[in-house]
């Protein structure tokens, strides 16, 4: 699969721009702040229906319009894709494929399977667990529909739970049987997503850790390990146990949107022991093993976005990606300040490609 044009409309700081896409590499360089990031992040858009660095979907808009258009031409198989993501202040965001307007959003996920890696990956590592539970439901997502259904239903049940609770304490009164219902839903979709979650770490962190010996020249020992209180009880059983918590609380304190991924280097949080090439090979090994994931899972080959992919690393490591550049990733999109180091890695690869200079 690989996307032949992009048009922005109203798109972050462009009022209005076209390219045309070279099949295997295609590279923006420039200055920082001139907009190299915000078209990958315009291709991340078309693929998950919002943006990966900003999610409040209004302050995508340029300053001063009140919509923005990103409009994409994909060929995924010698099929043609066309797809329209667009927003209109005080409306709904839409998405498009080949003319036809999408009644739930979620239903697009998959069809343009796409990984990016930048700089603001950091936040997997710095940041709390949501950010890294994101990460486990994209890579699944993109290849499991009825994943993405039972997550969105888990989240749903949550919330009304989470409301029913907050009712308790402001009214001073408890239902038995209401809350009951709301556990049973839980119960049953949490179950079914934590299974998922489980499966899918148990092919995932051998890809992911070839990816990092690869990068690294196996000079470190690296590892990922799935915390969930699903590990140690059946959902039913803690949401029970944990009313009295809950109801003083005011929300679910039990549940799968507890869990957590733990990153090690040598036995230790990367995060306190990792230095911030070691830490930056870890997110990058993330992400390669996140598309070799999807393209076998998937049986399509996704978009890769490189954003300042070299910013931080040392010679070595850049010479390791390079080497992986090599190999049958399909097209891929790179952003860098530095032109003629841009070009000279390109090159090395022996694949067509071609130069943005924003």
Do not use: W
Not at 47 to 59: L, M
Not at 134 to 140: E, G
Not at 245 to 255: E, I, M, V
């Amino acid at each position: 699969m690989f996307l032949k044009k992009l048009s922005l409309v109203n798109y972050k700081n462009f009022s209005s721009e076209d390219f045309e896409f070279d099949e295997k590499i295609n590279c923006f360089v420039g200055n920082n702040g001139i907009g190299k990031t915000n078209v990958l992040d315009a291709i991340y858009h078309l693929s998950f229906g919002k943006s990966y660095f900003n999610p409040i979907a209004i302050q995508n808009i340029r300053h001063g319009e009140d919509f923005f258009v990103i409009d994409g031409q994909f060929e995924k198989e010698e099929l043609q894709e066309h797809v329209i993501c667009s927003l209109k202040k005080g409306q709904k965001k839409a998405i498009k494929r080949n003319g036809k307007l999408y009644e739930k959003l979620s239903d697009h996920i998959g069809l343009l399977p796409l990984v990016i890696i930048s700089p603001a990956d950091r936040d997997l590592i710095i940041e709390g667990s949501e950010t890294r539970r994101k990460l486990i439901d994209s890579v699944i997502s993109q290849s499991d529909k009825n994943y993405l259904t039972r997550l969105i239903l888990y989240n749903r049940t949550l919330a009304q739970r989470n409301s029913l609770l907050k009712y308790f304490a402001l009214n001073h009164t408890y239902d038995h049987d209401t809350l009951s219902i709301y556990n049973e839903q839980l119960h049953t979709y949490g179950t079914e997503v934590f299974r998922v979650r489980q499966h899918f770490l148990e092919e995932f962190i051998p890809i992911f850790r070839e990816r990092y010996r690869g990068i690294s020249a196996n000079e470190e020992n690296v590892n990922i390990s799935y915390s969930s209180q699903l590990s140690e009880q059946p959902l039913d059983e803690l949401l029970r146990t944990s009313v009295n918590k809950d109801k003083a609380l005011q929300y679910t304190s039990t549940g799968i949107h507890r869990d957590d991924l733990n990153f090690e280097i040598e036995g230790f949080p990367i995060k306190k022991f990792g230095s911030q090439g070691q830490q930056k090979s870890f997110l990058i090994a993330l992400k390669l093993a996140q598309f070799d994931f999807i393209k076998q899972q998937a049986g399509v080959t996704p978009i890769l976005l490189l954003d300042d992919i070299f910013d931080k690393l040392d010679e070595n490591r850049v010479a390791q990606i390079v080497k992986l550049m090599d190999e049958n990733f399909g097209q891929l999109f790179i952003s860098d300040t530095h032109a003629d180091r841009t070009e000279a890695v390109v090159k090395e690869t022996h694949q067509s490609y071609k130069m943005f200079r924003l």
